[in-house]
Nanobody
């Protein structure tokens, strides 16, 4: 079982920055694929960024160029640095984790809907 706890959310004006953290309780943390997701009011949850065991990052188009995902395996912590925030970035931000494993087609990181472990989310509000 993996427990994830997000922090760092808050209220910021448009153009501002926030750094989200996700602390994990997990053995072999470095073996996990990790991701950040968000859910805006009235909308479905969407992926923001992910990072694999080697540290290779992937970004969704919605925030590409404005966010950086990183991980510190020594601290069992995942980060999301968000810059140039816009009001449409408002929402609840979640981190997720799961193993690099066989997902029915090949060994890989999970797709967005395949993550098993989720945090409770941290709210981000961006005002204009």
């Amino acid at each position: 079982q993996v427990r994830l706890v997000e922090s760092g959310g808050g209220s910021v004006q448009a153009g501002g920055s926030l750094r989200l953290s996700c602390a994990a309780s997990a053995t072999s943390y470095s073996s996990y694929c990790l991701g950040w997701f968000r859910q805006a009011p009235g909308k479905e949850r969407e992926g923001v960024a992910s990072i694999d065991r080697t540290g290779t990052a992937t970004y969704a188009d919605s925030m590409k160029g404005r966010v950086t995902i990183s991980r510190d395996n020594a601290k069992n912590t995942l980060y999301l640095q968000m810059n140039s925030l816009k009001p449409e970035d408002t929402g609840l931000y979640y981190c997720a984790a799961d193993l690099f494993a066989w997902y029915g087609d090949r060994y890989r990181c999970p797709r967005n809907d395949e993550y098993r472990y989720w945090g409770q989310g941290t709210p981000v509000t961006v005002s204009s």
